[in-house]
């Protein structure tokens, strides 16, 4: 393993809201060189700089080629194997793990790192709310994918990036990554200055990368009818009204973003030096101080901590 | 007024479910000949055959241009006048109502008056929920709405349509209407033999025809990874638990249809006799019988009643 992060969502077992019952292989996030491969692996080989995501997946199925290969039929749990570690089992490496052209140098590891979760997320949050060419996007969230939502829409061509933050830091990178606009005001407040910049109309793409009722509801009705949702934030005792969703006219899409099917261009786009998404990682620690890196992001002061095996 | 008829949404007043407090124009559906313009009405002509839906929009705002027209910015209820009558006023007539290349014969009537709403609408469910071809395509609720959900997804090249029905005679017009399969089971039994008919993963399309808890629900349980509902049936007391449609990694889009949208595609097929969507109603009744039609409605000894002024 070359590198590991800490994501936002294990912050929830951290955090005692998704109980934990006994010691727990912790972590999802992974590259590093390749050391063995099993028996029925033919297109990895030991020596490759490889980066898969948070479920295997045999990349073959039905549901693979439809490009959610995070519902593969025959998906695996990574994150079960735990890699917040040194070594790192993969399940079905061929259909997850995603070679680079070369061992990259040292100063393209995070950005590799962040697209094995992270930046993959915020990608498919923003392809699901349909960012694009025209469109005026709004992220609900500054969280590292929130952040890397606003890198994304931008790359996919977004006129114009609305970021929902309060925290001057993560202000600072989302004008980076190419927010335009920032809203401090959250829930009620947060959706009028939304419509206020929007003609009183909504968004037509909103990135939902939080998870909970407020943060969906705040998403819900930021954008605007005919407008898209792409919810990435892993939901956490949500529950939707029917009437309002069916009135306001919205598409909805998202879940567990489908990494493997965006690894090959995110890692060119890395790799070309076009993106940058490593810059969410403002600390990195040393694998044996990865306690650090839970409480920093736990307490907010981190955005994202990287951990060197 | 040429023809007016009575709607499955109109049944929710008159179970109670939607409280009524004082006498209430009904009906929105309508085909009729034009009496009179008002002074700022350009487009539309007196002696014009038109064809007009439930909201009235003026078909030019930013949210009518992207296909949206019952969220139109100034859209008005059509329905509040009421078309279960001789006359109606339709407002913003220009932006609304779409006239009939001629004064059409008897005969096409009824499927002019489909398109007017029931039409309209299962035609957006099922482009809600990207029917096309290659796609598998099932359809919850055997009402007028689901009935011509099937007819529109065969339009739009659908290969296989699963009809889920328990009722003989709309199982049989389901199949005229280009149904291959039909499901008799409901809840977790219809989406087993959904999934059954799929290869284990659900429809690629699924539209949600009823607006009940149950029908949402074995909506988003019968669609696959990646697949698409299309809601349509008016949402009464549904909500939709969080977690469950983030793992569905469905796409989920509805509401009230902007029937405008599809109009004149609509009356064209209609027109040159390609689709026949007038055979939902199987009860014609003078106006002044329109009682006799919501209750054959109710009791569900008719589909969908045609009302004759």
């Known amino acids: 393993m070359s590198a590991t992060c800490v994501c936002g969502s294990d912050l ?23 050391e063995e491969i099993g028996s029925d692996v033919t297109t ?3 020596g490759q700089f490889v980066i898969g995501s948070f479920f295997a997946s045999d990349n073959t ?21 735990g ?3 040194q070594f790192l089992r993969v399940p079905l490496a061929d259909g997850t793990l995603v070679a680079t052209p070369d061992v990259p140098s040292d100063d393209l590891l995070p950005s590799l790192l962040a697209a094995s979760d992270v930046l993959g997320t915020g990608w498919f949050g923003a392809v699901a709310a349909a960012a694009g ?47 335009t606009d920032i809203v401090t005001e959250r829930g009620v407040d947060g959706v009028a200055a939304v419509k206020e910049l929007t003609n009183g109309l909504g968004a037509h793409s909103v990135i939902e990368a939080v998870g909970t009722q407020e943060s969906m509801l705040q998403a819900l009705r ?11 934030g892993v939901s956490h005792d949500v529950t939707l009204p029917g009437e309002e969703m069916f009135f306001s006219h919205v598409h909805l899409h998202g879940g567990p973003a489908p990494v493997r099917r965006f690894l090959p261009e995110l890692i060119d786009l890395i790799w070309n030096r076009t993106i940058d998404p490593g810059k969410v990682f403002d600390l990195t620690l040393p694998l044996d101080r990865a306690a650090e890196g839970y409480a920093a992001m736990d307490e907010r002061r981190a955005i994202k901590a990287l951990l060197r095996p």
Chains 1, 2 share one sequence.
């Open 12 to 34: 929830w077992p951290y955090r005692g809201i998704d109980p934990v019952q006994q010691p727990t292989p912790m972590g999802h996030e992974y590259v590093g060189i390749v």
């Open 222 to 232: 930021s954008t605007r009818p005919g407008g898209h949702v792409g919810y990435v």
């Open 61 to 81: 199925c039905e549901i693979c080629r439809a490009g959610y290969q995070s519902s593969c039929r025959h998906r695996e749990s990574v994150g079960e194997n």
């Open 133 to 179: 060419p025209g469109k005026t996007v709004a992220v609900v969230g500054d969280g590292a994918v929130g952040l890397l939502g606003i890198l994304s829409a931008r790359q996919l061509g977004a006129e114009r990036i609305i970021a929902m933050s309060r925290h001057e830091s993560r202000q600072q990178l989302a004008r980076e990554f190419g927010a």
């Open 83 to 85: 890699a917040q570690a």
């Open 44 to 46: 990895i080989t030991p």
